[in-house]
């Protein structure tokens, strides 16, 4: 028996979702996908772990010897290795919900005795886990936040991540360590057509929204969808063959069209954008004044998150607050120190601009092409 539950919405984006999820995730669903998603283990390969703009990202940080550093996405380690190796006596506190990550922190630790503390956990617990290491808020120097899915991740074919390699439609990051969870295969094999459409609008930006998920909802009732190709085979079949590769990346690439519904139900199984605004939240505990935060993110909905809670908007207040691409906040620009209401800003701004890659680092990494950077100094 698989247990949906949804969040509470932390903005208005999620409001497209929130009310009809909100009776679904309710729901004791049956047997019928009990089992698509056992966790079968992860892949022992080590492919070679590229950092995503790891130049701009040390510049920002600024650390210098003795200090502490929450490094909240440790993925592979690429980012940690590198300010181990920037600066002699450095403690990375490292952070990650993902077991098989921490697991590979672990055995960084080891080789760099008392300068590594791995940590397994969501952003929402890190709180809970900097007491347990007796840290304590306002204490630590630097925040590196690396959000969305690890190149880690989407290499492993059998973590389901990525449509151009077969395997179980999985997409939970931490599926080890909550095999009650449910997967993409629980999503797209019981969610009605209305649910699955507002799914992959609000966390896909699907254009073709309602017309994927009738095509889901129709190919489910031949055989469950329980494999990535499978899924990505769906989706193409929706559209004319012209059309299956017509969308373009950002290196005008050819996108599969189904890139933005892969995208769509990894945010929503790991409920990534809420995790985001808590994790932006407990970096501001966690930071002492002056300590710096680097934030990178993959597409506009998190850009947009952390934009807004940088400059210090209230991403609670549902009804005031819109990030879809169609409405953006208008008006003055509240001052860097001292917002609107007169009380004291949380943040200042290092660039005024987001960072993007050099054409270089795009030609290294393929997946950073997509990337923005974002710095500020805690207040």
């Known amino acids: 028996m698989v247990i949906f539950r949804v969040p509470t919405p932390s903005c208005r984006l999620f409001q497209k979702t929130a009310r009809i999820m909100q009776k679904l995730w309710n729901l004791n669903l049956h047997s019928q996908t009990a089992g698509l998603c056992a966790f079968s283990g992860v892949s022992t390969e080590k492919p070679p772990h590229v950092p995503v703009m ?3 990202v040390l510049q920002h940080l600024n650390i210098h010897q003795g200090q502490v550093v929450l490094d909240m996405t440790f993925g592979g380690g690429g980012h940690t290795k590198a300010i181990l190796k920037a600066v002699s006596d450095v403690t990375v506190l490292a952070l990650d919900r993902d077991p098989t990550a921490i697991s590979l922190a672990h055995d960084l630790a080891k080789e760099n005795p008392g300068r590594v503390k791995p940590l397994l956990g969501l952003f929402s617990e890190l709180e809970a886990l900097l007491s347990t290491i007796n840290v304590k808020a306002g204490s630590i120097d630097a925040v590196l936040l690396d959000a969305g899915c690890s190149s880690m991740q989407m290499d492993d074919a059998e973590r389901g991540f990525s449509l151009s390699k077969d395997g179980p439609l999985d997409m939970r990051m931490d599926g080890e360590r909550f095999s009650d969870m449910p997967c993409a295969a ?25 017309k994927i998920a009738s095509a889901i909802v ?8 329980t494999r990535t190709q499978q899924l990505a085979s ?3 079949g929706s559209f004319p063959p012209a059309a299956l590769y017509a969308r373009k990346d950002r290196l005008h690439r050819p996108a599969h069209v189904a890139t933005k519904t892969f995208q769509a139900l990894r945010i929503f199984v790991n409920d990534e954008l809420n995790q985001l605004h808590a994790g932006l939240r407990a970096a501001q505990t966690a930071l ?5 935060l680097c934030v990178i993110t993959f597409h506009s909905l998190e850009d947009r998150i952390v934009k807004r809670f ?3 908007d209230d991403l609670t207040n549902t009804e005031q607050y819109h990030f879809g691409m169609a409405k953006q906040i208008t008006g003055k620009k509240m001052s860097v120190e001292r917002k609107k209401d007169g009380t004291i800003a949380n943040w200042h701004p290092l660039q005024k601009k987001v960072i993007t890659p050099t054409k270089a680092d795009v030609q290294d990494n393929a997946r950073a092409r997509s990337a923005k950077l974002r710095v500020a100094l805690r207040c």
């Open 218 to 225: 129709e190919a489910r009732r031949v055989n469950s969808i």
């Open 54 to 56: 790891l130049k701009e």
């Open 234 to 236: 769906v989706v193409a």
């Open 310 to 312: 940088l400059q210090g």
């Open 288 to 292: 002492k004044s002056g300590g710096r």
């Open 186 to 210: 629980d999503v797209v094999n019981t969610l009605d057509q209305e649910a699955l459409a507002s799914i992959l609008t609000a966390y896909g930006e699907e254009r073709h929204a309602r």
